[in-house]
């Protein structure tokens, strides 16, 4: 998918297939990690690294027990673990954490960072560093419950319908622009974790989609 270059400038197709230049992702994570997971799972069903030279080289939790840290290592993904209370600051904290991504970047590309259930804020310095390649995933329908809680104040406001959003980040917290989304009806006697369950698959269907579209538009860069 878009590495042959050229078409008729050379008989030989093999002749034109142009190696993607290294892509390195790296995951943030504080829980669970299933979207990580599920993430890693597509990387490898749908040969990222061939398609997009796009490799998940490392996991990154800002919390020592975060279940997502066993999950990569059983897929041989190198663990970090920075664990936010280490540090001074918030500016202290992100500055180290900007220093153990860009140990990742490539000389051509730089690191695609994704949050997957990082539930730190970030600073305006970290996020303008890393613009248009920071992406998340929040449980909600954007604009509507940016935040914490989003399940719940969605079933008390009487949605009808709610979801996820895979965004840019930008400064302003989950506001940055809207890349995919997930709806799905919120049912009678829904409760927080009813809905927090069936919008988390979703989640996994979503974010692997938009990543890999986000690789597709780099690829040709
Ligand atoms: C997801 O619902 C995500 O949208 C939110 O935190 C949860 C993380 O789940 N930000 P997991 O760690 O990916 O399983």
């Not at 989950?174 to 799905?184: M, P, R, T, V």
Request: proline share 5%; net charge neutral.
């Amino acid at each position: 998918m878009g590495l042959i270059a050229g078409e008729g400038a050379c008989d030989n197709a093999a002749c034109m297939q142009i190696k993607p230049k290294p892509q390195p992702i790296v995951i943030l994570i504080s829980g669970g990690g299933s979207n990580m997971a599920a993430i890693v799972r597509a990387a490898q069903k749908e040969a990222w690294a061939a398609q997009f030279g796009a490799q998940v080289v490392a996991v990154i939790s800002n919390k020592p027990d975060a279940g997502g840290l066993r999950l990569a290592r059983e897929q041989g993904i190198a663990t970090e673990v920075l664990s936010h209370s280490a540090y001074a600051s918030r500016t202290d904290f992100d500055q180290a954490l900007a220093t153990a991504i860009a140990r990742y970047d490539q000389p051509t590309r730089p690191t695609l960072v994704v949050l997957a259930g990082f539930m730190r804020i970030l600073t305006p310095g970290f996020v303008a560093q890393h613009a248009g390649r920071l992406l998340n995933i929040h449980p909600s329908l954007l604009p509507a419950f940016t935040g914490l809680h989003t399940h719940q104040r969605a079933i008390d406001a009487g949605c009808k319908y709610a979801g996820a959003t895979v965004h840019q980040v930008s400064a302003e917290l989950d506001a940055g622009a809207i890349l995919e989304q997930s709806a799905l009806p919120v049912l009678p006697g829904d409760t927080e974790q009813m809905l927090a369950a069936r919008i988390l698959a979703t989640e996994h269907i979503i974010y692997p989609r938009a990543i890999r579209n986000w690789l597709a538009t780099q690829v040709r860069v």
